[in-house]
């Protein structure tokens, strides 16, 4: 596999890791345009994983700057997960009180 080859991979690899973090930024309704990205993500960290490409000097910044995307996109989903468990349990409380009142009538 040429240089310039592994440069795209490497290049692609960053290019859904950043798209996927503008998605886990959006919100929930991006959650499965997310996943299928993290496939394609995944695919490609196999190649690149296979082919070493990461633990070649010249590649230094560039894995880097992967894990630096890496690192923002898990702590985006981490805060996107947060969010959905706090309004799925605004929506449980809502849920007993309706259920509260109708029998107390």
Do not use: C, W
């Not at 240089?3 to 919100?27: P, V």
């Not at 995307?69 to 809502?94: N, P, W």
Request: hydrophobic fraction near 35%; charged fraction near 30%.
């Amino acid at each position: 596999m040429s240089t310039d080859e592994q440069i795209n991979m490497l290049d692609e690899l960053q290019s859904l890791l950043e798209m996927q973090l503008k998605l886990a930024h959006r919100g929930n309704s991006a959650g499965k345009h997310i996943d299928v990205l993290g496939k394609q993500a995944d695919l490609l960290v196999g190649k690149i994983t296979q082919a070493g490409i990461l633990e070649r000097p010249e590649f230094r910044n560039q894995k880097e700057k992967l894990k630096k995307s890496y690192d923002d996109l898990h702590l985006a989903i981490t805060a996107q997960r947060a969010d959905t468990a706090e309004k799925l349990s605004q929506i449980r409380r809502g849920r007993k009180i309706i259920e509260t009142y109708r029998g107390n009538n």
